[in-house]
């Protein structure tokens, strides 16, 4: 789930914020999953508990991750953000199997809003 690439001059907690924050932009992290402990990340990566969390506490100030003390720390998430995006997955399912390329999906989708706006 998470790595260091040691050689990289990025600090290993900078590493680590910006992996979970990609994941859950991806989809590979979605809302409500619980993330490993602190402790437990810490010694997967050989690094000082600290290191993990200042990274933990960066990803919940920027509203990415929300700690629920000894219940652990989970991604939060915006679960119409995540509704639409399942909307997307099923239109472009339905349109491909349909014989359209997503370029074409996309057009149809912004005809659409275009000829439905308010005046």
């Keep these: 789930?998470?790595?260091?690439?040691?050689?990289?001059?990025?600090?290993?907690?900078?590493?680590?914020?910006?992996q979970v924050t990609a994941q859950v932009a991806d989809g590979v992290l979605q809302p409500g999953d619980r993330l490993p402990t602190v402790r437990a990340l810490a010694e997967e990566l050989g690094l000082a508990p600290n290191t993990v969390a200042?990274?933990?506490?960066?990803?919940?100030?920027a509203g990415v991750i929300e700690t629920r003390g000894r219940a652990g720390s989970f991604v939060m998430g915006d679960?119409?953000?995540?509704?639409?995006?399942?909307?997307?997955v099923a239109y472009l399912a339905e349109t491909r199997a349909l014989g359209?390329?997503?370029?074409?999906a996309v057009d149809a989708v912004a005809r659409l809003a275009?000829?439905?706006?308010?005046?």
Excluded at 4 to 18: C, M, N, V
Excluded at 54 to 61: D, I, M, P, S, T
Excluded at 100 to 104: G, N, R, W
């Design 79 to 88: 679960r119409a953000a995540g509704r639409a995006k399942a909307a997307a």
């Design 1 to 18: 789930m998470i790595g260091l690439d040691r050689s990289s001059e990025a600090p290993p907690f900078e590493q680590i914020r910006a």
């Design 100 to 104: 359209l390329d997503d370029a074409a």
């Design 114 to 119: 275009v000829s439905r706006r308010d005046p």
């Design 54 to 61: 200042r990274a933990y506490r960066e990803l919940e100030q």
